[in-house]
C-alpha cells in the first residue's frame, strides 16, 4: 500500500482516503463521492478491527460482504480497495497503541471504554500504510471524529480530515451498517431517535435555550417505545465533547443519541448551530 500511494504521490497526485469497516452503504459511497471531488486518487479500506470490540460485543458477528462491497467500489470508480488481513494489521508481538485522552472518557466512551483506543490504534496504522492527504469521516460517529481530529492535531500527523454529514434513508434514519439487525417492527421503531432530536431542532428554532428541557422532551418520545433502551442523550459544545446545561448564541453544538432498538445498538446526532 505504502509503495503504490508513493508512486501517486510522486505523480504529484493528491490521495483521498476512506477508512471503513465494509458492509457499504450510500454513507459511506457520500464519503466516496466527496474525495472524488477533492482529491485525484481515492482509497477505501475495508478492515473489521479486532481492537475496537470488547469481548462482550460479538465481532464475528459484524456485517460482512467483501464481495457487494468490491462491486460497489468498482462502479464508484474508487482508485484501489485496502483490504488487509488481521495479522498483517496486528502481527505477533504486536505492541503499540495510541490513546487519546479526555474526550475519549465521555458518552461512547463510557458505554465503550476500549473502543477508541482501538479505533485511533487502527486510524493511525491505516494512515501510515495509506499516507492519504486527506481522510473523509462520517458526522454519524460525531465523537469518533472529534477524536481521530484531536489524535490528528496532537501527534501533527499531516493529514486534513474531513468530516461529511449523515446520510439518512427516506424517512429520515441515520444509514448504518448496524440497520440490518432491526426486525420490521424495530426498523419502524428505530425512527424515534430522528423524530427525537427533530423535535429538539424545532424546540431551539422556537428559541429554547434550556437544556434539561429539551433532554426531557427527547426522552418522552424515545422512552413511550417498548423495543428501546436509553443509553444518552446529551448536547455538547461541538469541538470539545463538554456538555452544556445553557445553549448560548453563536456557538455549535451537537446533540447526540444513543438508544437500543431491541438488541440493537443504534447512534444519531445532529449539528446545530445557534443565532
Ligand atoms: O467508523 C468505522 O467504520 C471505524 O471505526 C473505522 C474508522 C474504520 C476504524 O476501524
Known sequence: MQDISSSLKS???TIGFIPTMGF??????????????LCDATIVSIFVNPTQFSPSEDL????RDIEKDNKLLLEQKVDYL????????YPENFQTFVTVNHIT?????????????????????LINCVMPD????????AQQAAVIKQMVNDLKIPVNIVV??????????????????????ERKDALALYKALRNANKMIDEGERRVSLIISEMMTIIEKLKSSKLKYIKIVESKSFETVEELKSSNEYYILIAC????????????????
Not at 83 to 89: L, V
Request: overall charge positive; hydrophobic content about 30%.
Open 134 to 141: 486527506y481522510a473523509f469521516l462520517g458526522q454519524k460517529d
Open 82 to 89: 485496502f483490504y488487509p488481513d488481521a495479522d498483517e494489521i
Open 164 to 185: 461529511c454529514p449523515i446520510v439518512r434513508e427516506t424517512d429520515g434514519l441515520a444509514m448504518s451498517s448496524r440497520n440490518v439487525y432491526l426486525s420490521k417492527d
Open 60 to 63: 464475528t458477528q459484524y456485517p
Open 24 to 37: 457499504l452503504h450510500e454513507g459511506h459511497l457520500s464519503l466516496v463521492k466527496r474525495s472524488k471531488e
Open 11 to 13: 505523480a504529484g497526485k
Open 260 to 275: 437500543k432498538i431491541g438488541n440493537t445498538r443504534l447512534i444519531d446526532n445532529e449539528l446545530i448551530k445557534v443565532e
Open 105 to 125: 472518557k465521555k458518552l461512547e466512551g463510557e458505554f465503550r471504554p476500549t473502543h477508541f483506543k482501538g479505533v485511533t490504534t487502527v486510524v493511525n496504522i
